[in-house]
């Protein structure tokens, strides 16, 4: 058997409920697993909850739960929010199940015989917080370095001789370059380790919450000697089929756990074990809200699911995707180097831009003029080499970025390639072909049918059920293969998509904006109120199709789109413009008139024109593009 792709998230704490920090960690995983499925067709993703640490044992204290009980909760709540939030973990490991609790024992026993593991007496300092001994040299003004309080500690206890592997880990580090990522990084561990490592006291004396040590149990392992064995208990180490996955291909913690425990405490067990090491640890920054870090502790919690409903209650789209629009979000301002920030109002805009105007308009559009001018068919057209030359170099870009881990690069490109869309509709202008009946229009539509496949293949890791969503509107099943994007046999020839739906609508503003009233302005007869004018709903409309109305020689009868609404209205206007000009345009809609019918047509609305000298009409169309359903004020 090959050895399968495995990843891993740092396993979380289960003293509250996942945040958009943490959660933020995970998704970054499923990217990188799916991308690895899509590019190898295979990719194993573990993450799971850290459950024996003191800090857990004292939230359920604090909660009043029997801590057995608590754990199970708060648990069973990662993984629904998970589950919701679309992770293909491939396993979930808990630090109290059977599996990992005898793999732990079993590594100190091991360490034990090999005299690595030995009996002294610890005296210093312990921040629960973060579960870490400090000694008294490394606290700042009487407090951990991170600023929390600590107790002091004084046990016996069983070290293990970290200080052993020092120049072992450096020399690692030295001829692996890609072993930490990315550089800064590497630079802070190296630093760290270059001011000597000290043996780590991996146990504490047993308050009956945490792992036996075997033979003693007056003693539990230390939380994170525990909770590093995860990534090898899971796998089945050491008599299952651990070497199927071992060793991992990419661990990604926060760089808050980076330097401590996994460039340090992990390699060096792993070195005792006669274990190979990670090929890579990525250590990503943090996401702050403000100045601070999004934290259990501070309190500045956004949960990844109510964010997500945000949108459902403002109806942008149902919760699926919204789901999937905080995961895009997440992963554009994915941290690595240095911190982001997450704000409401950021959240809002790349949602507005990128996800609704560039995606689902760019898309949308398409869809709608596949309609209009092919009936409906993806024509048997050729597709421009110059535009596939391109999408092609996007579809590589991302490709590169994600060899690095880097979803923030990767996730960079889906507005790379939406602008590759929308330019080439804007510049193109394919109503304006279908008018001229332009042999082009075939090669056109092609094009950008071919392109809406290529941005569903490269969502696809980011956002799975978007992706679904825009296969369902092209009539094609996933994209399966990275290969596949890009490729000019990506579409099959005179193939019909499905009806324009659009999938994801713009958010108004939070707040409506207060509309000023000049005061001076007296009410008369020619004079309306604001009020009175607020109430005509105009909205922007596209018109997908037009047709002349036997036997009313005026009257032109227009199907438009109006946000996710499709109307048929009648339009005098069929003196002046045919089918032909109007197909494709933008009009400006009066969208709450009363239904009537006309010439045994419904016509559910009114469009804007001006009278023309002649008694003729002349259309208002907008100066530039806006989506479908925007007001008209
Ligand atoms: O440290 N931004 O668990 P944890 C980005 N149990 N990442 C964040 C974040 C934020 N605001 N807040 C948390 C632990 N994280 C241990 C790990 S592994 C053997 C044991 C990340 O629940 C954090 O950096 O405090 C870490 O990688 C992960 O969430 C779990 O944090």
Known sequence: MPKRFYTTTAIYYVNSAPHIGSAQEAVIADVVARFQRMLRGDAYFLTGTDENATKVFEAAQASGKDPHRFVDEVAGEFKRVFDAMHLSYDDFIRTTEDRHISVVQEVFRRLQESGYIYKGEYEGWYDVRTETFYKESELVDGKSPEGNDVRWVKEENYFFKLSAFQDKILAHIEANPEFILPEVRKNEVVSFINQGLRDACITRASTGWGIPVPGDESQVIYVWFDALINYISAIGWPDGNWQEFWPADMQLVGKDILVRFHATLWPAMLMGLRLPLPKTLVGHGWTLMGQEKISKSTGNVVAPLDLAQTLVDRNACDLDLAVDAVRYYMMRIAPYESDSTFTFDDFDLKFNTELVNDISNGIHRVISMTHSFCEGVIPNGRIDRNVADQVQAIANGFEDAMARYRVDEASAKIPAIASVLNQLIDTEKPWELKKNADPR??????????????????????????????????????????????????????????KPTPLLVRLEKQQKEQHKMDTKLQPSEDVISIEDFMKVKLQIARVLDAHKVEGADKLLRLELIVGEERRQVLAGIAQQYSPEDVIGRQVVLVANLAPRKLRGFESQGMILAADAEDGGAILLMPDKEAPEGTSVH
């Open 441 to 498: 229009l075939d090669d056109v539509m092609v094009t950008l049918a071919y392109i809406v496949r290529a941005i569903e293949g490269l969502l696809r890791p980011i956002a799975p059920v978007l992706a679904d969503r825009i296969c369902g509107l092209l009539n094609l099943p996933p994209t399966e293969r990275w290969e596949q994007i890009g490729a000019l046999d990506a579409l099959p020839a005179n193939h019909a998509i499905q």
